[in-house]
Structure formats: structure tokens, C-alpha cells
């Protein structure tokens, strides 16, 4: 796995560890469970990346065009927030571009459309 997919899942991972802080403070604090689930909402998509970059390693094309998309989406949100006036929401939209950037370079969109070979067959398992 090149360099730039190996940071875009670093990045996703720590975009992760700040939804669980973030999801960690809003419930001590003693908030109820609406305005937990909409932190939960308004992140959706780190959840999404998470699930995505767990599968970076052996995926194809489709899973980096699904990471792409849900990152775009994830600095939309970014950017209405911000214009809401939430400063919080600077550290996600600066590591959805930068996530961005990573998988999108020439590297990273080669490693995706990579042949494959088919798997072999574990011993014991004839082929018939």
C-alpha cells in the first residue's frame, strides 16, 4: 500500500478518535440523547470513512470512489457548520482535505485500480 493510502487511513482514524471524544464529552456532560445522536448525525460520514478504510488494503476503485465522495460530503458539512459559526468543525474540515488530497493523487488512484489475481484455493480444496 503506497505512502498516501496508508495516511488517508491514519487520517480517518484520528477523524474517528475525535467523533468518539466528541460523542464521549456530549454524553458526560449530561446532554441528552438528542443532542448526542446529533453530534452522531452531523458525523455520519466519519463513520462511513471508518468502515471504508478498514478495507483500503484489498479493495478496488469503487471503495477510494466511495471514500472520495463521503469526504466531499463530509466538507460540505464542514463548511455549513463553519458558516454556522461552530469553530469546532476547522479540525474535521482541515482533515477531509487533506484526506482528500491524499486520495486523489496519482499514487493512491493507481494502487486502487491495481489487477488483481484471483485468490488461490487453501490447501485441502481441490479444484475441480
Given at each position: ?11 480517518v ?6 467523533l ?11 446532554s441528552?440523547?438528542l443532542?448526542?445522536?446529533?453530534v452522531?448525525g452531523?458525523?455520519?460520514?466519519v ?8 478495507r ?5 476503485n ?8 463521503a469526504?466531499c460530503a463530509h466538507?460540505?458539512v464542514g463548511?455549513?457548520?463553519f ?9 474535521g ?6 484526506l482528500?488530497?491524499l ?19 487453501s ?6
Open positions: 500500500m503506497p505512502r498516501s493510502v496508508q495516511a488517508a487511513r491514519v487520517l482514524f484520528v477523524l474517528a478518535a475525535f468518539a471524544a466528541l460523542l464521549a464529552d456530549t454524553a458526560l456532560q449530561g441528552g440523547p443532542e448526542t445522536a446529533g452522531l452531523r458525523n455520519v460520514t463513520v462511513v470513512l471508518f468502515v471504508l478504510a478498514m483500503f488494503a484489498g479493495s478496488g469503487g471503495i477510494r470512489t466511495a471514500a472520495t465522495v469526504t466538507l460540505a463548511v455549513v457548520l458558516l454556522a459559526g461552530r469553530t469546532v468543525a476547522w479540525t474540515f482541515a482533515l477531509s482535505f487533506a482528500l488530497a486520495l486523489t493523487r496519482p499514487c493512491a488512484v493507481a494502487w486502487f485500480k491495481r489487477p488483481r489475481t484471483p485468490e488461490r484455493l490447501q485441502g480444496y481441490a479444484a475441480s
